[in-house]
Each structure stands twice: as C-alpha cells, then as structure tokens.
C-alpha cells in the first residue's frame, strides 16, 4: 500500500498592529524559505533579496497618489494615471544596501538616502556615522529600508534622525520583524508603518532574530560577524 504523505500546511501569520502589513505573497514566502537556510551562497542570498526587494517595492506602494495625463497614442489621445507623489528610499548601512537594487528596479524615480547607524554596546548608545538625505526630502514619503527588524534601537534612531528632517511619511520595509522591534517602533512612533514578510517568534540574547536567518549583513557581503 502506498505510504500517505502528509505535508504541513504554512500556518497564515496575522499581524495584531493595524500598522503592521505582513506580505504573505505565496512567492515572497517561498524565496525567504531559501534566505533562511545557512546553505546558500552570498551571491544566491543577495540575488534573492533584491528579487524580494522589488517585490516588496511593488506592495508597498500600492496607495501612491496619481494623475491623469493626456498621451497620444500612435493611435489617438487618451487619458492615462502618472505617480505625482515624490518619495525617497532610504537604506540603513550595511545591510539595507542590499535591499536597494531591487527597490530602484521598480522605482527609478525615487531619489535615495543612506544613514549609517549602530547600536554601540560598549558606550550603551546609538552612534550615526553617515547621513545623506536628499535635499527636499521634507517633501517626500520615505519607504526606509532594512531586511532584519531586530531590537528596533537602529531604526528607531534613523525615524528619529528622519523626523528631524521634516519627513512626515515613513514606512520600514523589512524582511524579518521581531516582536520587540515592532513594539519598540509603534511605542516611539505609532505613525510609522511597517511592511515585512514574516513576523519572527524572539531574540535570542544577543540580538538575533530567531528563527531568523542569521545576520543579514555579513550573509549579503560574506563577511565574518566579530561581536
Ligand atoms: N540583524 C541581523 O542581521 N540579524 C539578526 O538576526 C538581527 C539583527
């Protein structure tokens, strides 16, 4: 008699944050399954973040403004939607750059930001080491990028950081989300939005989102962790 296979169903994860939209795409799902095993290679592992990232692009702009404008097809006149809204990606060094390419596929028009930030456990404190905005970026909603919400320490000091610049619209975008880091964002900033592909169980002590998929930096760049 044949062997009956039972294969597990992936249970549905539900967000409990009105702010929290968990991009549950069967494809999404399918190419984190590849970023979370230890196996694959750098070059594999930064492939499939920025095929993600501009999955990721195209979900979290879903409500950005429109127009219509009048174009002349080779045919005749018609009335067609342009993005009006300007909006800025913001990568968080180092492992936000590995969302970038993808974001800028789906988004050329999106001008970019960079900020260099960390937890520093020595001095108990946030350190910045690189900030470039663009210059009207007041003006702009900003989609900040990092794969892994851990803590939230890091991306809370870069809305901060944002805020003080006169942005009024940020969403995180990120691959990962632990409880902590979600709780530590909507307790600083509840306006913030976060948009990420699965909600994590824990941290274990020294930071690392479990079940995770590691530290997302050095997995990118394949670099050695020295903490
Ligand atoms: N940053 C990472 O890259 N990985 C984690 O698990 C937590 C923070």
Redesign the pocket.
């Known amino acids: 008699m044949a062997k009956k296979i039972t294969a597990k169903k992936p249970k549905t994860q539900k967000p409990n944050h009105p702010k929290v939209t968990i991009l549950t795409h069967p494809v999404l799902q399918h190419k984190l399954s590849f970023l979370r095993d230890k196996n694959i290679s750098s070059m594999a592992f930064r492939q499939i973040v920025e095929e993600m990232s501009q999955m990721m692009a195209y979900e979290a702009t879903r409500d950005l403004k429109m127009e219509m404008v009048t174009v002349q097809t080779p045919l005749e006149k018609t009335e067609s939607p342009k993005i009006t809204e300007t909006f800025t990606l913001v990568a968080i060094l180092r492992?936000g750059l590995g969302m970038l390419n993808g974001m800028m596929k789906i988004l050329p028009f999106a001008t970019v930001g960079h900020i260099g930030i960390y937890r520093d456990r020595f001095v108990n404190a946030t350190v910045e080491y690189y900030l470039r905005l663009p210059k009207d970026v007041k003006n702009h909603r900003v989609l900040l990028l990092d794969?892994?919400?851990?803590?939230g320490d890091t991306a809370c000091a870069a809305i901060e950081r944002l805020k003080e610049y006169g942005v009024k619209q940020i969403r995180l975008i990120t691959l990962?989300a632990?409880p902590q880091g979600i709780r530590k964002i909507h307790e600083n900033f509840p306006d913030v939005e976060i948009f990420t592909v699965s909600l994590e169980r824990e941290?274990?002590k020294k930071?690392?989102?479990?079940p995770?998929?590691?530290?997302?930096?050095?997995?990118l760049y394949d670099t050695v962790h020295h903490s």
Not at 147 to 151: C, F, N, S, V, W
Not at 207 to 210: A, C, F, K, S, V
Not at 214 to 219: H, I, L
């Open positions: 492992a794969p892994m919400l851990a803590t990962l632990a941290l274990n930071g690392y989102i479990l995770g998929m590691g530290d997302a930096g050095d997995r």
